[in-house]
C-alpha cells in the first residue's frame, strides 16, 4: 500500500472517530412533558412508609433526558398522621442517576419535605430513611410562585421551585 494512501486513510479514520467520544458524552438535553403523556406518566399514589399516598397531578411535572424520565410531584397528605403530613410534601421517581444541588441520588424513588426555617430539602428513601438533605435557595425576585414550577436551564439542568425556594437539578 503506497505510504500516501495510508497516511489519507489515517486521516479519514481519526476525523471519523475522533468526535464519537464527544458524541457519546455529550448529556442529552432536558425536556418538560405536558399534555397525556405527563398524565399517562404520573401515578395517581406513591407508597411511603406503609401509605399509598394520593399524587396531586395538577402539582406533577415530568422531566425527559434521552430516553429517561424524572418525575417530582407533590402529595396530598391531608388525612395522614401529622408525622406523614409533616415528613413528605412529594415524591421523586428518577429513571437515571441525578444530582440536587451537586449532591447524588441512584436510580429509585424518593419521598421529600422541607423545612423553611432550616431552608432544607429534605430526601427519603420509600422505608422513610433519611437519604440526603440539600439546601434550598431563596428567590425573592421569582416571578409567580406556585407551590411546584419547574425552570428548565441549560442542557441538562432545571430549576425545581417550591414557592420561591429551588433546588437545581441536574442529570
Request: aromatic residues 10%.
Amino acid at each position: 500500500m503506497p505510504s500516501k494512501f495510508k497516511a489519507l486513510l489515517a486521516w479519514a479514520l481519526c476525523a471519523i472517530l475522533l468526535p464519537l467520544p464527544v458524541l457519546a458524552g455529550a448529556a442529552p438535553k432536558l425536556a418538560q412533558i405536558t399534555g397525556a403523556r405527563l398524565k399517562s406518566s404520573v401515578p395517581s399514589s406513591f407508597y411511603l412508609e406503609g401509605n399509598a399516598i394520593p399524587v396531586e397531578l395538577y402539582h406533577a411535572a415530568l422531566l425527559q433526558a434521552g430516553q429517561r424520565q424524572f418525575i417530582i410531584a407533590l402529595l396530598a397528605t391531608s388525612g395522614y398522621s401529622s408525622n406523614i403530613q409533616q415528613k413528605y410534601l412529594g415524591m421523586i421517581i428518577a429513571e437515571r442517576g441525578f444530582r440536587l444541588n451537586g449532591a447524588r441520588l441512584a436510580v429509585g424513588s424518593y419521598g421529600f419535605g422541607f423545612s423553611k426555617s432550616k431552608k432544607q430539602l429534605r430526601i427519603y428513601n420509600q422505608a422513610g430513611a433519611l437519604v440526603r438533605v440539600s439546601k434550598l435557595r431563596y428567590d425573592a425576585k421569582f416571578p409567580h410562585p406556585a407551590p411546584l414550577k419547574v425552570v428548565l436551564g441549560r442542557a441538562a439542568s432545571a430549576r425545581i421551585y417550591l414557592g420561591r425556594y429551588w433546588v437545581r437539578l441536574r442529570r
